[in-house]
C-alpha cells in the first residue's frame, strides 16, 4: 500500500512564502513523475508543476518564476517552494505521483489528501 502525505500549508499574507512538502510511503519500488496541482473553490484542477526521478521540471505558465519543484529521492518525497504569493493563490494543493509498488510491480497513480493554503492580509 502506497500513500502521499501532503503537509506545510497555512494561512500567509500577500506576498509572502510557503514551502509544501509531500512524502510518499509504503511499499515504493520506485517513483516516476511528481507533480503539484490546486483547486480553488468552484474551479477544476489546475496543474502547477512537474518533476521527473532526474530531475527535470515543468511549470504552469500561472506559476513559473514564483514556484519552485523538487524532490529528494532518497526520502521519497517532493516539495513545491512557493514565493511572491498573491490572493488567487489560495487553493487545496494536491501532490500527485506515478509509483511502482513492490508487490505488483504496476505502475498505479496516486493523490495526496490535499492541504489548504490560503493567501491573504
Known amino acids: 500500500q502506497v500513500q502521499l502525505v501532503e503537509s506545510g500549508g497555512g494561512l500567509v499574507q500577500p506576498g509572502g512564502s510557503l514551502r509544501l512538502s509531500c512524502a510518499a510511503s509504503g511499499s515504493i519500488f520506485s517513483i516516476y513523475a511528481m507533480d503539484w496541482y490546486r483547486q480553488a473553490p468552484g474551479k477544476q484542477r489546475e496543474f502547477l508543476a512537474t518533476i521527473t526521478s532526474g530531475g527535470i521540471t515543468n511549470y504552469a505558465d500561472s506559476v513559473k518564476g514564483r514556484f519552485t519543484i523538487s524532490r529528494d529521492n532518497a526520502k521519497n518525497t517532493a516539495y513545491l517552494q512557493m514565493n511572491s504569493l498573491k490572493p488567487e493563490d489560495t487553493a487545496v494543493y494536491y501532490c500527485?505521483?506515478?509509483?511502482?509498488?513492490?508487490?505488483?510491480?504496476?505502475?498505479?497513480?496516486?493523490w495526496g489528501q490535499g492541504t489548504q493554503v490560503t493567501v491573504s492580509s
Open positions: 500527485y505521483a506515478a509509483i511502482r509498488d513492490i508487490a505488483t510491480r504496476g505502475r498505479s497513480d496516486y
